[in-house]
């Protein structure tokens, strides 16, 4: 397996994994699949030397991804990031979350970040226990803060310092 930096011709792929979690209602508060365009935005606000998206591929294929983006967007908040993580429904429970955020942690100081947050709905706990093995503590709770198909949902909001 190879982890590497994403690449625009990554983008549809990155979407189709993105789009298997939404119909779970576990990973996502979307509740309609998104477009490759609408994508491009936000593909293109992450700096491999900053804010890296990360591809996990084996044998060319892409199996699962995992990306920086800033918190708050204020100054002060520069060191810490959210990082998003999606692994293809057919490899899930393979320890391929593990390898990417385990080395998104270990890569972190050299772009300045300290601090890490997931904000994972309450009822993935498949994540939640990805994050608890990597030494993320839960730091916040929002409850009923998300509304998915007429269920009221919890956000738990899990970080951990990396320095």
Request: glycine residues 6%; hydrophobic residues 40%.
């Amino acid at each position: 397996m190879t982890i590497r930096n994403a690449v625009l011709t990554d983008l549809p792929r990155i979407v189709e994994i993105y789009n298997a979690a939404v119909p779970s209602r576990q990973a996502t508060a979307d509740t309609e699949p998104v477009t490759i365009k609408s994508r491009v935005p936000w593909f293109e606000s992450h700096q491999p030397q900053k804010r890296p998206l990360w591809v996990l591929t084996k044998r060319e294929r892409i199996l699962g991804w995992i990306g920086l983006q800033d918190f708050y967007g204020r100054p002060a908040y520069c060191a810490t990031c959210e990082f998003s993580l999606y692994i293809a429904p057919e490899v899930q429970h393979q320890g391929l979350g593990y390898a990417l955020l385990s080395q998104m942690m270990h890569d972190c100081p050299d772009w300045g970040v300290k601090t890490l947050l997931g904000f994972i709905f309450e009822h993935n706990q498949p994540s939640l226990k990805l994050c608890r093995k990597l030494g993320f503590d839960q730091w916040g709770l929002l409850p009923g803060i998300a509304e998915l198909d007429d269920q009221t949902r919890d956000l738990v909001i899990m970080g951990r310092r990396l320095v």
